[in-house]
């Protein structure tokens, strides 16, 4: 495959497509519910249907298909917005995001594409 | 062209199409969500025609073993058969009627006609007025007979009425079997662990013998927890379970009373991870009381099992009583 090619490869085929979601979202959740800063938010929850909802969130993190709307991001998370979450929360879990991506070896310019993407939705979660 | 058989009709699918959007096209109802094969909303069961693994990817074996796929992910390129709910009823007779402890009672049950089943998995009882409740299946297919334990609640319409009132040979009538939370072939090298309190026992009894006798090769440990041991049952199977399979593992926990060294006093999770440092590469099964479950299969997941490899069925108990 010529540098070319390679430089043209979406950014979900240049992190492992589905694959690399599935290698990442176990790593993920453990950093997320073992995070003191967040994992509140996560009490009682459903882990099954969770941990489903992760690998959504990193499919569409990682630059691969979805079909997510603003709309979408601010009901799912309405309900947290009025528990309190805040920039501190996004903000925790964008670093968790690029520390599991760090574990799985990926480079720093791809962490930050993916850390673009996250960032991107920041006001729809914040319902702002 | 390819056609979709579902409740009795056949829909054609159009080029290209999903399962999913075929469906929907089509004004059935079907939940979903991120129609990419990412979130498993339009999670679906196939009762004939080929499944692809690219349609199961990132689904769990005992979903797979049951011919779960994910509708957005499939396109058809032959006939296939879908359903989302299993609405047959078949008769069944109570055969037997025995106390486990003073809370417990077996009821064994005997269907005209065979059932299909993995041990583990719960049917739906119905009596004859209609009142209906679900009960974990504790037997294996290959016994015949099926076996549930039924706790006395207070004030249980069903579990009051199996206690005290139902007789042998009346008829009940069984939806089913419904559930995740089996043994599945395979992977006879990872360990098992096996967790629950009360009749949480059930599936779990059920799913340690499935896996012994199918030759799994690995350690299967057993917490069964109680709040005092008169919560306890079936010890003397287990007990002898342990002596016809070495590398099967009873433990029994209660959280007051125990006078016995074969009975630990500690907290199921406090006595697992007290084994065990990391439970990576275990496969796990957690049944019974719903914040119990929850509980332990966090703890289980943070001590470094795959969430792929937990797998949980939590009694929610019955609104109505």
Redesign the interface.
């Known amino acids: 495959m010529s540098t070319a090619t390679q430089t043209e490869l979406p950014l979900f085929e240049k992190l492992g497509g589905?694959a690399a979601?599935?290698a990442a979202?176990?790593i993920f959740?453990?950093k997320v519910?073992?995070d003191d800063r967040i994992s509140d938010f996560f009490d009682?929850v459903?882990?099954?249907r969770q941990?489903?909802?992760q690998?959504?969130f990193l499919?569409m993190a990682f630059g691969?298909?979805?079909?997510?709307t603003g709309a979408d991001m601010r009901r799912a998370h309405a309900h947290l917005v009025a528990r309190g979450l805040n920039d501190s929360h996004f903000d925790a879990v964008v670093e968790n995001l690029g520390s599991t991506l760090k574990e799985l070896g990926v480079s720093d310019d791809l962490i930050g594409q993916v850390a673009a993407i996250a960032e991107s939705t920041r006001a729809d979660v914040l319902s702002r | 062209m390819a056609t979709i058989r579902y409740d009795g009709r056949d829909l054609p699918v159009a080029p290209g199409e999903s399962v999913l959007d075929c469906l929907l096209r089509n004004e059935i109802q079907v939940s979903h969500s991120c129609k990419a094969g990412a979130c498993q909303s339009c999670l679906i069961r196939c009762t004939s025609g080929n499944v692809p693994a690219s349609a199961q990817f990132g689904l769990k074996d005992t979903l797979r073993a049951r011919g779960y796929f994910l509708a957005c992910s499939l396109k058809p390129e032959g006939d296939i058969a879908v359903a989302t709910a299993n609405n047959v009823r078949v008769e069944a007779r109570i055969t037997g009627l025995d106390r486990l402890s003073r809370s417990v009672m077996r009821v064994r049950l005997q269907t005209t006609e065979p059932i299909e089943y993995f041990a583990g998995q719960f049917v739906s009882v119905f009596r004859e007025d209609g009142l209906a409740r679900s009960y974990s299946l504790a037997s294996l297919p290959a016994e015949g007979d099926l076996e549930l334990h039924v706790r006395h609640i207070p004030n249980g319409a069903m579990s009051g009425w199996l206690h005290a009132e139902a007789q042998l040979h009346t008829s009940l009538w069984l939806q089913g079997p419904s559930g995740s939370c089996f043994y599945t072939p395979g992977s006879t090298d990872q360990p098992i662990l096996l967790a629950g309190a009360g009749t949480g026992l059930a599936p779990l009894y059920g799913i340690a013998r499935d896996a012994l006798y199918q030759g799994h090769k690995a350690p299967v440990w057993l917490f069964h927890g109680a709040v005092t041991p008169e919560g306890l049952y079936l010890t003397r199977e287990l007990s002898a379970l342990e002596h016809e399979f070495p590398n099967f593992h009873y433990v029994r926990c209660v959280l007051r009373d125990s006078d016995t060294p074969e009975v630990e006093v500690n907290e199921l999770d406090k006595s697992i991870l007290g084994k065990f440092k990391s439970l990576a590469g275990w496969r796990g099964y957690v049944c019974g009381d719903p914040a119990l479950v929850n509980l332990l299969r966090k703890k289980l997941f943070l001590a470094g099992m795959a969430s792929k490899a937990i797998f949980a069925d939590a009694f929610v108990p019955s609104a109505s009583v």
Do not use: E, I, Q
């Not at chain 1, 691969?64 to 997510?68: L, M, S």
């Open positions: 589905a979601v599935d979202v176990d959740y453990r519910l073992t009682g459903d882990m099954d941990a489903a909802k690998k959504a499919t691969g298909p979805n079909n997510y």
